[in-house]
């Protein structure tokens, strides 16, 4: 089994910064790419930014130049600065893991989420 603990939310002004964290635990071999979701109420889940193994990261176009993936793969998490805050980044973030577990198999697995509120 695998669990992915995330952390680093909270209620922050425009123009603030938080960081959200994502450390994954249990049986894991290898971790590929790792990335932050996140979904607003009736809306679908959207990615923010995703991160490789290679350190090779992708972002949304909304949040490029203001946020930054990067990835301790020692410590088996993933990280995600968010500067310059918006009231429409709101939302509850998720990440998510491509882990490789123990008996071989490939699976991807989520955080329970954490919310991210920003006030104008």
């Known amino acids: 089994q695998v669990q992915l603990v995330e952390s680093g939310g909270g209620l922050v002004q425009a123009g603030g910064s938080l960081r959200l964290s994502c450390a994954a635990s249990?049986?894991?071999?290898?971790?590929?790419?790792m990335g932050w979701y996140r979904q607003a109420p009736g809306k679908q889940r959207e990615l923010v930014a995703d991160?490789?193994?290679?350190?090779?990261?992708n972002y949304t176009d909304s949040v490029k130049g203001r946020f930054t993936i990067s990835r301790d793969n020692a410590k088996n998490t993933v990280y995600l600065q968010m500067n310059s805050l918006k009231p429409e980044d709101t939302d509850l973030y998720y990440c998510?893991?491509?882990?490789?577990?123990?008996?071989?198999?490939?699976?991807?697995?989520w955080g329970q989420g954490t919310q991210v509120t920003v006030s104008s």
């Open positions: 998510n893991a491509e882990v490789r577990t123990y008996d071989g198999i490939y699976s991807l697995y």
């Open positions: 249990g049986s894991i071999s290898r971790i590929n790419t």
């Open positions: 991160i490789t193994s290679g350190s090779r990261t």
